[in-house]
């Protein structure tokens, strides 16, 4: 399936389907790899310049519609950096960050107006997301891509693919303590893509192969976060209709490290699917955790009662939904479901998550509800694998 759009929406800024073009210039490494993650949370296409002669290659290949420069080299490295621009009729705009009160930052300014490119504002340093959203709002599109904008198997061939993670921490030390896996799909034409977009449906036949691939790339993850950075849990989403494929079990426990920091896989299924079909959830549950693997009871909704109802919960790990968690500090029903579920959890040896926490006040009412672990935009979004490492790294270094 090919990618789809309006032809007459191509080239508008702030409406096109297409993901805007950015590249970063900057000497030093880091802030390359700074800005060009927060610039592709945006929707961005971003590639890196660390010089002059690195730029004039990257505007004849990836075309940005922003050109963003730090000035880590000086304004000398700045200035020859716009004259490239400028000897490539490069049509963009030209953004600066540093200090607004800065001479260098100044002149570099007005050297690169003299040389008659379009010079947005100077982004004072240092910034929040909040203020980098601002100085590029003319570019980021308004209107996510249709469904689907490539099928799974063209993205699987292409390797398209990637594993994002999103912390779980401590509720008492917010400490780390695990991660989600969270498939996203990296499109040179679209940018970063929701799975939303490219999931096919359980009864497609790439849906296994999608499957298998967030299996062993986050294997492949983990072994990289506990090669580099000390161990880490991790849970990958995998729905219980999988299970039902003949071999799909043994084939995920053949899968696993042979690691003596393995802490075991967490395989987080839909609450519904489990409720509809408890005999198979509960026999595959208890099968499981003999090969080091839990079941964790995500997106759990109405459904919970059925689940806390059961003669037995062989499952490890219990997440409480967003809707039940948004909010709940200022909603009495929703707390005291909350608490029914954390409640009935410790008393089933299970660990609690709060999913989708994204103000202190509901954090605080998590916490004294006796939630484990916590999870949510408040502490940090799903992010790609080496962010999440040095994310890992950070806190394993952190005071205690």
């Known amino acids: 399936m090919g990618i789809a759009f309006q032809a007459d929406a191509r080239r508008t800024f702030g409406k096109r389907r297409i993901a805007p073009r950015a590249c970063v210039v900057d000497s030093k490494q880091h802030l390359q790899t700074f800005l060009s993650e927060a610039l592709e949370e945006l929707g961005f296409i971003v590639c890196r310049c660390a010089s002059a002669e690195s730029l004039g290659a990257a505007l004849g290949t990836h075309f940005p519609d922003i050109v963003i420069f730090g000035l880590s080299a000086g304004g000398m490295e700045a200035a020859g950096a716009l004259e490239t621009a400028s000897a490539n009729g490069f049509k963009g705009k030209v953004l600066l960050l540093g200090p607004a009160a800065s001479p260098m930052v100044t002149a570099v300014h007005a050297y690169g107006e003299g040389l008659r490119l379009s010079m947005l504002p100077v982004l004072k340093t240092p910034f929040s997301d909040r203020d980098l959203r601002g100085a590029v709002s003319d570019f980021i599109p308004v209107e996510a891509p249709p469904a689907p904008p490539v099928d799974a198997a063209e993205a699987l061939e292409a390797g398209w693919l990637e594993l994002w993670y999103q912390p779980k921490l401590d509720s008492k030390t917010l400490a780390l303590h695990s991660a989600e896996a969270l498939v996203r799909l ?143 500090a200022d909603d009495r029903l929703r707390r005291a479901a909350c608490r029914q579920i954390v409640d009935f959890a410790q008393s089933s040896g299970a660990r609690t998550v709060a999913e989708g926490v994204e103000n202190r006040d509901d954090f605080l009412v998590m916490r004294e509800l006796g939630v484990d672990l916590i999870q949510g935009f408040m502490f940090a979004k799903p992010m790609p694998a080496q962010k999440f490492a040095r994310f890992h790294i950070g806190r394993l270094e952190a005071p205690a």
């Open 186 to 328: 990296r499109h040179p034409t679209w940018g970063i893509v929701p799975p939303a977009y490219f999931v096919p449906a359980e009864t497609d036949p790439n849906f296994q192969a999608l499957s298998k691939f967030v299996i062993a790339r986050a294997l492949q993850d983990w072994r990289y976060f506990v090669t580099k950075h000390g161990r880490i849990q991790i849970a990958i989403n995998l729905p219980l209709s999988f299970f039902r494929n003949l071999g799909a079990a043994q084939l995920l426990c053949q899968m696993l490290p042979k690691h003596a920091a393995f802490d075991g896989l967490i395989v987080e299924m839909n609450g519904a699917e489990i409720a509809e079909d408890l005999s198979f959830s509960n026999e595959l549950a208890r099968t499981l955790r003999f090969h080091n693997i839990g079941i964790s009871i995500a997106d759990l909704g109405e459904e919970w009662p059925t689940l806390i109802e059961a003669d037995e919960f062989p499952f490890v790990e219990v997440k409480l939904d967003q809707t039940f968690v948004s909010g709940c």
